[in-house]
């Protein structure tokens, strides 16, 4: 398969070598970490002084390092004395105890350590307690809608960003017939059965597996809808499923460590201060959303909106939260060091109440940090209303910063 750089994590990951710090490079499976992994082992190579111990757990040559003494015993038969060795390890959570062997390599002179996993405990637990800070995460998102034209050699235009949203931006898509809707969602439902199986039902104690696939299924219907456990385990009752708050906290938090979903709390935008009830959950990929769903893409367009609109201020760089006000919701409110903006999502400004509604609650802000609305109206005004741009989804996407 060719290998099509994507240069900005490419840049970022060069500019932490020599640091002293363990790079993790952290994502869904199937988001490109390995190809990012390839990449680098690539430009390392040219290196004359480059001495490359690149282990890849989820190949079989690799089957017999199993702990960290497996682990040490074979960095120390590859490494090189007076070379640059450049220990890469993809999916270290699979190694037991991994944490003890970076510990040993991470700060030797002429040595970086860069690994790759695909569950968020890998940054939790022993991890951050052994090397108290001494890591640094880099994590890699599916593709954005200018990288998926480029995978997918498509040119900018309304029905190329409809396929965006539609079957999202995992890498591998790029090899199949997009068009051929049925073996697409067959590759994402492959997708998401491998993370369940492999990072899910092989890590937890997953003794309820039916519900575990109901709460997915729950949660793409709900897209931007605030609920808490309370709500869902309520609604499952319903449903005459009988699941604990807790149970269905543990699962939420399951498919969360699994990045399948991500978890948003709410900001009071007046009072400046995180709230702890009731949180909105997003996708990671859009694709794996819309293959969990047998919903009318026309009636989920709003939700796909808001879903991609997150996922770019993700790729951004900024924390995000949903937004409360007195008498209303933003969105999302994004904030990167001492920049924020604040963001509304729709589909369409077609009535006079949604033009309220959209641009009536950024007006309530009175602050002049960015304010955005978001749409896929045909017509879009650049212009400033009351300090407010409006912007069509497809210029926001290509948009580098804000």
């Known amino acids: 398969m060719e290998l099509i750089n994507r240069q900005a994590y490419i840049d970022k990951i060069t500019n932490l070598i020599g640091r ?4 993790c490079i952290t994502g869904q499976r199937r988001v490109g970490k390995s190809c990012l992994m390839r990449t680098l082992v690539s430009e390392w190579n040219a290196n004359n002084d480059a001495n490359i111990i690149y282990i890849d757990k989820e190949k079989s040559d690799f089957d017999g390092i199993r702990n960290h003494t497996d682990l040490n015993a074979y ?10 060795n450049y220990i890469l390890i993809d999916e270290v959570q699979l190694i037991d105890g991994f944490e ?13 350590v860069v690994v790759t996993g695909s569950n968020a405990k890998m940054l939790s637990g022993e991890l951050a307690t052994l090397l108290s800070g001494r890591y640094i995460e880099v994590h890699v998102y599916g593709l954005s809608y200018p990288e998926f034209l480029t995978f997918h050699r498509m040119e900018d235009s309304d029905s190329s960003l409809v396929k965006f949203l539609n079957i999202g931006g995992l890498p591998n898509l790029a090899l199949l017939p997009v068009d051929n809707a049925e073996m697409v969602r067959d ?16 890590r937890e104690q997953v003794r309820n597996v039916a519900f ?3 709460l997915s299924r729950f949660v793409a219907d709900n897209i931007g809808k605030l609920f808490s456990a309370n709500s869902i385990s309520k609604y499952m009752q319903h449903e005459r ?13 399951f498919l969360c460590n699994a990045f399948i979903l991500n978890r948003v709390n709410r900001y009071d935008i007046h009072g400046k201060q995180l709230l702890s009830t009731n949180e909105k959950y997003y996708f990671e990929d859009l694709g794996l959303r819309n293959a969990l769903t047998s919903g009318n893409r026309a009636v989920d367009i709003e939700k796909l909106i808001e879903n991609a609109v997150y996922l770019h201020l993700l790729r951004l760089g900024y924390k995000v939260y949903v937004g409360t006000l007195r008498n209303g919701e ?17 589909y369409l400004l077609s009535e006079e ?14 602050n002049n940090y960015p304010k955005y609305v978001v749409s896929m109206d045909p017509f879009q005004s650049e212009a400033n209303f009351e300090g407010i741009r409006h912007l069509h989804l497809r210029t926001f996407l290509k948009k580098e910063q804000l």
């Open 20 to 23: 002293n710090l363990i790079i």
């Open 75 to 84: 960095i120390d038969s590859q490494s090189t004395a007076g070379a640059h």
């Open 100 to 112: 003890r062997s970076l510990c040993n390599y991470y700060d030797r002179d002429g040595f970086d």
């Open 187 to 202: 590759y994402l439902s492959s997708v998401y059965s491998t993370i369940v199986l492999k990072d899910i039902l092989g």
């Open 212 to 214: 575990l696939e109901n």
């Open 241 to 253: 499923e009988n699941v604990s708050q807790p149970l269905v906290r543990s699962y939420m938090d």
């Open 330 to 346: 933003v969105d999302f409110v994004a904030s990167k060091g001492d920049d924020t903006v604040y963001i509304q999502a729709t």
């Open 353 to 366: 109440s949604t033009v309220k509604r959209e641009f009536g609650n950024l007006e309530e802000i009175k």
